[in-house]
């Protein structure tokens, strides 16, 4: 009985671990986009691709305020709920960055630029 139940929670373990994230960004599979949707506390897509340069369309769609932070460099932008607002990718260089909410660090996702 005590190995079923040392089995049970070393599989609980592990899937707990799988479905955290690290808090690397990683974008296996990034949408190509210059828009940024944020709705119910989450990002979406959550895994977006733009140039250098480019400008990112920010929609904040929640009552509350919410912050477009990328990790790494000078992109912080703050919205209000409700607002829209613009995140320029000027001079930041091409890699995959970390991106979070400053008030709800539970909101993240990955921005890759090339």
Do not use: W
């Amino acid at each position: 009985m005590r190995h079923l139940f040392v089995a049970v929670a070393l599989i609980a373990a592990s899937v707990t671990v799988a479905g955290c994230s690290s808090g690397s960004a990683t974008c296996d599979a990034p949408t190509a986009t210059t828009t940024v949707d944020i709705q119910n506390s989450t990002f979406s897509p959550g895994c977006v691709s733009a140039a250098t340069g480019q400008t990112l369309t920010l929609h904040n769609a929640d009552d509350t305020a919410h912050t477009f932070t990328v990790k790494g460099t000078d992109v912080d932008v703050k919205l209000d709920g409700g607002q829209t607002g613009e995140a320029s990718l000027a001079g930041v260089a091409a890699g995959t960055y970390a991106v979070s909410c400053l008030y709800h660090p539970e909101m993240t996702e990955s921005l890759q630029v090339t």
